[in-house]
């Protein structure tokens, strides 16, 4: 994947520490964000990067493991499901998603880092959690 970053913002965008984020690579088991590389799964959220992202339930993702983004809800939570979409998101997940007024986005991990990046660059309120395996 080539350089991936929100093309250019209007001054109406009201900042979430993510206005320059590039991601340059995502390739199984590795993402690059400006300039860091992470060999472990992440989570993007409120403006910074979480790295080593460990799921209760390993490729099952359950309510606890959204701890953070629960506590200050984005509009948007972008899943990137690994490369192969072997990670689940169960029904009670979504249900609290839902609840909390969270719109879910479930992607292969590739497709999910664009689509971040498409709703960065449309000045949403956006948060991820990307499996960088399978």
């Known amino acids: 994947m080539g350089a991936v970053g929100p093309p250019s913002r209007g001054t109406g965008f009201t900042g979430t520490g993510l206005e320059h984020m590039e991601i340059s690579e995502c390739s199984f088991g590795r993402l690059t964000i400006d300039g860091v590389s992470y060999d472990t799964d992440v989570i993007i959220h409120a403006g910074q990067v979480h790295p080593n992202w460990w799921r209760k339930q390993g490729h099952s993702l ?23 979409k072997v990670m689940r998101v169960p029904a009670e997940t979504r249900a609290r998603l839902a609840e909390r007024g969270i719109e879910l986005i479930e992607l292969s991990t590739p497709q999910a880092v664009r689509r971040f990046v498409e709703l960065l660059g449309q000045n949403r309120r956006v948060s991820a959690g990307f499996h960088l395996t399978c």
């Open 62 to 84: 359950c309510v606890d493991d959204l701890a953070a983004i629960l506590a200050a809800p984005p509009e948007v939570l972008v899943i990137g499901r690994g490369h192969m």
